[in-house]
């Protein structure tokens, strides 16, 4: 199978973190054109720092970083420092990168490639709030036709919320946005709560990664365990969910995960359900189905590919 062209667009975050360090590992299968940060978990500012302590964790920098919008569309700011730590990066030693993120705004950079890219030649994954690939795409619609689709770990059905009873935290964080890309031609596979539930990092998946012995693996063992004792997640024993790894292990081994065809609206005007996805599976109801909805993880898997890509990546 060839290398998969990818813009990976995140707000790190511990599970983006995690998320990240698999994306540079897979070198070997994805080429990743850039990372492109947003505001979400913690500031514009903070994010694109982290992405760049991860990049370097990782050595590659070769891959660019675009810093991107400071807000969400319309609604205020709402951060999820208590879930990454103050840093964003859980208690993970910091220091500051020594490549820093490029002078052009994350917007402008997505405009640009995406239109000088071939049609369905780019796969973009998103596990922060849509603000970014929202405001490309309302600025440039054409841009739409060089996504081969749009990953997004996003949203919840059966699992119910993660931020608010009914809203997932990156669709409520900005739900204009959201609903505005789901909206849009592009084809969407949604990893929301329904299946990030079911990939759990408990600690004896945790203490496998560590054995590796890589940087990578050892800074994603203690990202993993960071996220396992927090409140939320308890009981430790049963781990804590894996989020934003989901979309990366997806464009790395597709069958690792089931999905159902869907279309999804976001609710954005009400202050009970705002950044709720209503997720329609009934085709006549409504006929553009242009979502594929995780239901169903290879949990085990998943971890087996974490642990495989992280030792093939490199040294200690
Ligand atoms: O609901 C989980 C999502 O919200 C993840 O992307 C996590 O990083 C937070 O942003
Ligand atoms: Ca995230």
Redesign the pocket.
Same mark, same amino acid.
């Given at each position: 199978m060839g290398r998969t062209t990818v813009i990976f667009d995140?707000?790190p &975050?511990?599970?983006?973190g995690v998320a990240l360090l698999l994306a540079f590992a897979a070198r070997d299968t994805l080429d990743l054109l850039a990372i492109t940060t947003v505001a979400?978990?913690v500031s514009t500012k903070l994010t694109a720092r982290n992405a760049g302590i991860l990049r370097e964790i990782a050595s590659r920098e070769d891959v660019p970083i675009y810093a991107g919008c400071e807000r969400p569309l319309k609604r205020s700011p709402i951060e999820?420092g208590h879930?990454?730590g103050e840093s964003g990066l859980g208690n993970l030693p910091l220091f500051e990168p020594q490549r820093p993120a490029e002078t052009e705004h994350a917007v402008d950079w997505l405009i640009r490639t995406l239109l000088a890219a071939p049609a369905g030649s780019i796969s973009l994954v998103v596990?922060?709030?849509l603000t970014n690939i929202a405001t490309a795409l309302l600025r440039e619609p054409s841009i739409a036709k060089a996504m081969r689709e749009i990953a997004i770990? &996003?949203g919840a059905r059966s699992e119910g919320g993660?931020?608010t009873a009914s809203a997932?935290?990156?669709i409520y964080?900005d739900p204009h946005a959201a609903q505005i890309v789901f909206a849009s031609d592009v084809e969407i596979v949604a990893f929301g709560?329904d299946v990030?539930h079911q990939v759990r990092a408990t600690p004896e998946r945790i203490d496998t990664i560590g054995k590796v012995g890589t940087r990578s693996a050892m800074a994603t063992a203690n990202l993993l365990t960071f996220a396992t004792y927090l409140p939320a997640n308890s009981p430790a024993a049963q781990g804590s969910p894996l989020?934003?790894p989901c979309p990366i292990a997806w464009l790395i081994e597709p069958a690792l995960f089931e999905f159902r065809r869907c279309h999804v609206e976001v609710e954005t005007e009400s202050t009970l359900t705002a950044g709720h996805t209503a997720v329609e599976f009934r085709a006549d109801v409504a006929p553009r189905q242009n979502v594929r909805w995780g239901v169903r993880a290879d949990a085990a898997g998943i971890f087996d590919l974490i642990r495989g890509k992280l030792t093939q990546s490199g040294k200690a």
């Open positions: 995140c707000d &975050g511990v599970d983006d979400g978990n999820a879930f990454h596990t922060g709030p770990m &996003g993660n931020i997932e935290y990156n964080a709560l990030t989020h934003d």
